[in-house]
């Protein structure tokens, strides 16, 4: 008989993600701050990367030993256009596309080398 293959059953479960509670709670036992307070803090540090990523921002951030983010503001397109597919050759007229950021985040080398299994 041919091995049949693993279904999703059988795997092991994964482990639950930290709830935002649970997230605070976990820093503020590891900082010895009140809960209340490590939740100041957070909320400063998402006001900083709102500024920094902003339209009035350079549109780069990085947490230090953690990510670099980065926003890249694209501007509103009109559309009507005529254009080429480049596979086909036939012609379209573009659509309009609304303006958006677009977010990356990227993880620095030594974090990144912290996580990696061995």
Same mark, same amino acid.
């Given at each position: 008989?041919?091995?049949?293959?693993?279904?999703?059953?059988?795997?092991?479960?994964?482990?639950?993600?930290?709830?935002?509670? &649970?997230?605070?709670?976990?820093?503020?036992?590891?900082?010895?701050?009140?809960?209340?307070?490590?939740?100041?803090?957070?909320? &400063?540090?998402?006001?900083?990367?709102?500024?920094?990523?902003?339209?009035?921002?350079?549109?780069?951030?990085?947490?230090?030993?953690?990510?670099?983010?980065?926003?890249?503001?694209?501007?509103?397109?009109?559309?009507?256009?005529?254009?080429?597919?480049?596979?086909?050759?036939?012609?379209?007229?573009?659509?309009?596309?609304? &303006?958006?950021?677009?977010?990356?985040?990227?993880?620095?080398?030594?974090?990144?080398?912290?996580?990696?299994?061995?």
């Amino acid at each position: 008989m041919a091995k049949e293959k693993p279904t999703a059953k059988d795997k092991a479960p994964a482990k639950p993600t930290l709830t935002k509670t &649970a997230f605070f709670q976990e820093l503020a036992e590891a900082t010895e701050m009140k809960k209340a307070d490590v939740m100041k803090v957070y909320d &400063a540090i998402i006001e900083l990367v709102r500024k920094q990523l902003g339209p009035k921002g350079p549109g780069i951030v990085t947490l230090p030993n953690l990510a670099k983010l980065t926003a890249q503001h694209t501007k509103a397109d009109k559309g009507g256009k005529k254009a080429k597919n480049p596979f086909t050759g036939e012609e379209y007229i573009t659509k309009p596309r609304p &303006a958006k950021t677009r977010l990356k985040a990227r993880g620095l080398k030594n974090f990144l080398e912290s996580i990696t299994k061995k």
